[in-house]
């Protein structure tokens, strides 16, 4: 994997350093039944990175936190600083931009002084919209709140009481890679070898998950069918962002995989996978001072292996930086789980709203009818986008710091590398900062941006019924740009 490369921007007096993914993929957005299809050709063919989260291995002993926000106490000035612009120098800037016939007949805005929570501009801020894949700030805000920045999603095995199967349960992660299931049949043969058997038949655990696993927008190269367990996130490509073939049974492919790969690590596997329910391990006596029972450290519903993702802070990095859908599904889900709801469409909707009210946010009107964003039932207002962003960047919130670090960075990294590329858009290439949100007459950009005088701003922009993406997407870029400090 190619080491990132970083890129130093000054701002006035501010320079700010910012990390960026040398393999970043240009065209990773989610389009209704597999439009745009040429940009596949353009999307990088590197393992996602973006952010500085992205290791692998499993950190050192003690809590990793993310890095501090580019919104650290010495870059910001006070809102009534000298230079710095007051809304009514906004609303000059951005209504005529805001009037662009590529933004379509419906438009809203709002732009926030993140030091201060301050609106400076807004038009229609409160006024639900469909917000295609911007969605995904609040989903990863949503389980950054729920579960923290640590948080990793295990894959584990357990065998049957009498030792004859064994069951690869889904915990939910779509990263799971071939590498890692391999790791996965390596320490199962290891832990079967050790209790003396030589052959055992192979089920898989899909049950953490309910509900329907068909995306409501049906069979579609932007996503899998949400399962628990799946590998490599159901592609049947070399592929790792972006557009992709998709198999129809990600679980029962993820256990076949596995299968042959116990099998090579020196077991033997007797027939093909079938699903099941893992054994539950036995109750714990309610007693603390009663004698264990000596057979319990033999006990056949402990795990004989286990893997597990990177942390959670990573996962929000590469949801954002390349609009991945599935693992914004698996976030969301998370999020239900943590909230004690049932891990489907609807049980993520109720969580991620309950998730977001209880960090104050103004969910009036907001529906998570997924986790992605690919379903036009979906309604976010630009008010609530701000907001998110706004408290990703509380001091008091470092939690949620990985919602900043994760964002696009215009013109370089994740699905903004290929814009801002066009006067007067190019103000904004390095310092904006934004999810991008694309569906068919639906375009959205949400993000931050520094200005000239060192504040950072969280913007959102929402269109919709926008005849096409190759004219509503400079738009959006204009609007951001403008923010921005002008060369």
Do not use: C
């Amino acid at each position: 994997m190619p080491e990132p490369r970083t890129w130093q921007v000054t701002v006035g007096s501010a320079v700010l350093g910012l990390a960026l993914a040398a393999g970043a993929v240009s065209a990773a957005g989610p389009w209704d039944n597999g439009q745009r299809k040429a940009e596949r050709a353009r999307a990088a063919a590197t393992t996602p990175t973006g952010g500085a989260h992205h290791a692998e291995s499993r950190p050192p002993a003690g809590p990793q936190r993310p890095a501090p926000a580019p919104s650290a106490a010495g870059v910001l000035r006070a809102l009534d600083a000298p230079g710095t612009a007051r809304p009514a120098d906004l609303a000059t800037i951005l209504v005529p931009l805001l009037a662009d016939p590529g933004l379509g007949t419906l438009r809203t805005a709002s732009v926030v002084d993140v030091a201060t929570g301050k609106q400076l501009y807004g038009e229609g801020a409160t006024t639900p919209m469909t917000p295609a894949s911007t969605i995904k700030i609040a989903t990863s805000v949503a389980a950054l709140s729920a579960l923290g920045p640590d948080h990793r999603i295990p894959t584990t095995v357990v065998a049957s009481p009498d030792g004859r199967t064994v069951t690869l349960v889904g915990g939910g992660d779509p990263t799971l890679d071939r590498a890692r299931l391999k790791a996965l049949a390596d320490g199962t043969a290891r832990a079967l070898k050790d209790r003396g058997v030589a052959g055992v038949r192979v089920a898989y655990d899909t049950g953490l998950y309910e509900g329907p696993a068909r995306h409501p927008i049906g069979p579609n190269d932007n996503i899998a069918p949400v399962s628990a367990l799946m590998l490599d996130e159901g592609r049947l490509d070399d592929s790792d962002s972006g557009p992709a073939p998709r198999t129809a049974d990600p679980a029962g492919d993820a256990a076949t995989a596995f299968a042959e790969l116990l099998g090579k690590a020196g077991t033997k596997v007797q027939g093909t996978p079938t699903p099941a329910r893992a054994p539950k391990a036995p109750d714990e006596p309610k007693d603390p001072k009663a004698p264990k029972d000596p057979k319990a450290a033999k006990d056949p519903a402990a795990p004989l292996a286990r893997t597990e993702s990177a942390p959670l802070s990573a996962l929000v990095e590469r949801t954002l930086t390349h609009s991945d859908n599935d693992l914004a599904e698996a976030l969301a889900r998370q999020t239900a789980l943590a909230r004690k709801q049932p891990a489907s469409f609807a049980g993520a909707d109720k969580a991620v709203r309950a998730e977001l009210a209880a960090l104050g946010l103004p969910t009036a009107g907001a529906r998570f009818a997924d986790g992605s964003g690919l379903s036009r039932d979906d309604r976010v207002s630009a008010a609530l986008l701000t907001g998110l962003l706004t408290r990703a960047a509380d001091p008091t919130r470092p939690a949620l710091r990985p919602v900043l670090t994760g964002l696009p960075v215009g013109g370089f990294s994740g699905t903004l590398e290929g814009r801002f590329d066009t006067a007067p858009a190019t103000n904004g290439a390095g310092l904006v900062r934004a999810k991008t949100g694309t569906l068919t007459g639906v375009n959205t950009l949400a993000g931050t941006v520094v200005t000239a005088d060192g504040r950072l701003l969280a913007f959102a922009f929402l269109a919709g019924r926008t005849a096409s993406p190759y004219t509503a997407q400079p738009a959006l870029d204009r609007l951001s740009a403008a923010l921005a400090p002008q060369g």
